[in-house]
């Protein structure tokens, strides 16, 4: 009899067939992972963004004595372009323009890839209210703030 060592030409094929299905599969895996990840990716800059206006906005009501100066639309504007603002005693405007968008304080962009933002100025309690309505990447933050007087 004959000595039956080494590999037939069916077991790599076999081999060959399940490495096959088994990249594919993987290949499949990844790239669903992949694209999920790049899912929130978009709504984590839209997330990084409002936190970053977030923080300067919530620095500017917070000062002592401030107060809100103007409100509205910008006058002069290009045309066609949405440009909205608000400007406070200290000096310090914030502004949205639709066709950059973006948020600027002054002549500094604080927050990118926004789709639309409003100021709203109110009282409740006898205490001035700025309520800001931000959209961007299919989510809205609508934050209600109270000035320190």
Known sequence: MQSEKGITLISITIYVIVMLIVVSVITILTQYFYKNVDVNSASEDFNQQYTKFNSYFS???????????????????TEGA????ILFSS???????????????????????IESCSFTLGTESNKTTITVIIKGDNAERTTTYTLVE
């Not at 949405?82 to 603002?85: A, G, I, N, S, T």
């Not at 000096?91 to 890839?113: D, L, P, R, S, W």
């Open 59 to 77: 620095e500017e009501i917070n000062k002592e004595g401030n107060k809100v100066a103007g409100i509205g639309d910008l006058e002069g504007s």
């Open 82 to 85: 949405v440009q909205k603002y």
């Open 91 to 113: 000096g310090n405007q914030y502004t949205f323009i639709e066709n950059n968008h973006a948020i600027y304080m002054n002549n500094v962009k604080i927050a990118e890839n």
